[in-house]
């Protein structure tokens, strides 16, 4: 009996048959995001050493279909400024009418920000039209995430809500110079 609880002990106390928390294998994006190599490409990829593919989510609307749904821009759309946004969200997505908006670049700069309009009465538990325009600069490269965030003007954190979207920039061709034209 002695032995048997030296063993126990033991088995605690060194932390034997445990797993280092660095040993935990990748099985998401996110994880993999620290230890893995990422594409430039819309849905983003990340590539792990042992070479295990893990693609980003381009949204999670999928999860608010009921209360928020995004007509313009869709998913993998490119985007420019200005950004039009356009949709319908229940009216307790909005307060007095509205509820804000961001684009984030991939560094998460806020690189734009401004609000959405209800286009309709929006004290309903319907479906009210939306609308909001986002302008920026538009030297910006690689993907920006789109927020439509739920009015909160409670501030509790576990009323917050938010539907997100990647969206590649739209990178402008390189303008050709008149006089670099070769007459004929």
């Excluded at 749904?69 to 200005?82: G, L, N």
């Excluded at 959405?116 to 030297?139: C, G, K």
Aim: charged fraction near 20%; include cysteine; proline fraction near 7%.
């Amino acid at each position: 009996m002695a032995l048997f609880l030296v063993v126990v002990w033991a088995f605690f106390a060194f932390d034997i048959g445990r797993t280092d928390k660095t040993d935990v294998p990748v099985l998401t994006f996110t994880h993999c995001e620290g230890v893995g190599k990422i594409s430039d490409t819309l849905p983003r990829v990340c590539v792990t050493p042992d070479g295990r593919s893990f693609t980003e989510s381009v949204t999670n609307e999928e999860s608010l279909l009921d209360m928020i749904r995004v007509t313009t821009p869709r998913p993998s759309m490119y985007i420019t400024s200005p950004l039009m946004i356009e949709g319908f969200a229940l009216g307790m997505w909005f307060f007095e009418g509205s509820f804000p908006v961001r684009l984030i670049d991939q560094d998460g700069k806020t690189i734009a920000s401004g609000i959405a309009y209800a286009q309709d009465e929006w004290m309903t538990e319907a479906f009210v039209p939306f609308r909001a325009e986002l302008t920026f600069s538009t030297t910006h490269r690689g993907v920006g995430k789109l927020i439509l965030q739920k009015d909160n003007p409670s501030g509790e954190p576990s009323r917050d809500q938010a539907l997100t979207m990647l969206l590649p920039f739209l990178t402008p061709y390189a303008e050709i110079k008149t006089s670099d034209a070769v007459d004929e």
